[in-house]
């Protein structure tokens, strides 16, 4: 681990290159090829001893190269993750929006994972399950591999309660509580999902909190964990959520603008320990704005 970055792993496939510098270059060709002399020159990248390779050194099939990460540049998030909770294997962290749970395309150091794993000194740390960049709220994290698995089983199995807040227009005209259930599959943009003909693979149910014209806030409880689930399913019943970027419409500045943040929250979790047999439940400190706010700031 470096600054808090774990190191990637690449196995070189059977080819024709004559070393290591060849490899790299061809198999990564979107990454400026004067960043893989600058990283081997650094010694940025190493084999399964930690040695570091030379670009001249030749390349077997099979082989393992490790490399860092890096960005040249990375716009910094201001605001901060809270950890609300922790033991020997959990940590429970309260994010805000717009701020990553792990490194992704432009993302690398401003995201919640690599800034606990720089802060803590936890290179095993790791998420358990992921929210999307523009939601706030809870996520669980593991300490230990010994005990990961049973964490994890706890969302495949669907042993993890997970309640959410939402705020979308209000429409009087459906039938609440609604429990909404269709095929989600990757959309022709690869930021978006949709909705498909199919055996269903989601599950929501929704449910009012309070309502003010125009606006309504949501539960929203999802049995399921699609990629962008919740707004997809919102979206779909004609009711997007308030400052969504990306549905129903891409609009160009995606959910980039910092005095917009969607309205959507991870407001609780629930579960039974696996390790200890006692029952944990979780609340986000963090809120929604009100109805009346929203309201009056709408276009």
């Known amino acids: 681990m470096r ?3 774990g190191a990637s792993c690449v196995v070189v496939p059977a080819g024709t290159w004559s070393n290591v510098l060849e490899f790299l270059k061809a198999h990564f060709d979107k990454v400026p090829a004067a960043l893989w002399d600058e990283r081997l020159v650094r010694g940025d990248v190493t084999d399964d001893q930690g040695c570091q390779v030379r670009p001249e050194q030749p390349i077997l099939p099979g082989q393992r190269l490790y490399y860092f990460r890096s960005l ?17 294997h959990l940590l429970v962290i309260d994010k805000p929006h717009f701020l990553p749970v792990v490194p992704s395309g432009k993302y690398l150091q401003e995201t919640v994972l690599v800034r606990l794993k720089r802060a803590m000194g936890l290179e095993d740390l790791s998420p358990l399950h992921r929210i999307d960049r523009d939601t706030a709220g809870l996520v669980l994290f593991s300490m230990q591999r010994t005990s990961r698995a049973a964490y994890h089983e706890l969302f495949r199995t669907r042993q993890m309660h997970k309640t959410y807040e939402a705020i979308a227009p209000w429409s009087p005209a459906l039938q609440w509580p609604i429990t909404r ?24 149910h929704i449910d009012v909190m309070e309502f003010s014209e125009p606006l309504a806030r949501y539960w929203l409880r999802p049995i399921t964990g699609l990629r962008h689930q919740l707004r997809v399913h ?38 039974t320990d696996p390790l200890t047999g006692e029952h944990r439940e979780f609340r986000s400190e963090r809120s929604l704005r009100s109805l009346e706010e929203l309201a009056a700031t709408a276009p």
């Open 181 to 204: 259930e269709s095929r989600i599959e990757p959309a022709q943009h690869f930021m978006q999902q949709r909705e498909v003909a199919g055996a269903p693979n989601s599950l929501t």
């Open 3 to 5: 600054d808090g970055v």
């Open 72 to 88: 040249a540049t990375e716009t910094p998030i201001p605001f901060e993750a809270k950890v609300l909770w922790q033991d020997d």
């Open 234 to 271: 919102m979206a779909a019943l004609g009711l997007p959520l308030v400052h969504d970027g990306i549905y129903p419409t891409l609009t160009p500045e995606g959910s980039n603008n910092f005095t917009k943040p969607l309205q959507l929250l991870a407001r609780s979790l629930s579960f």
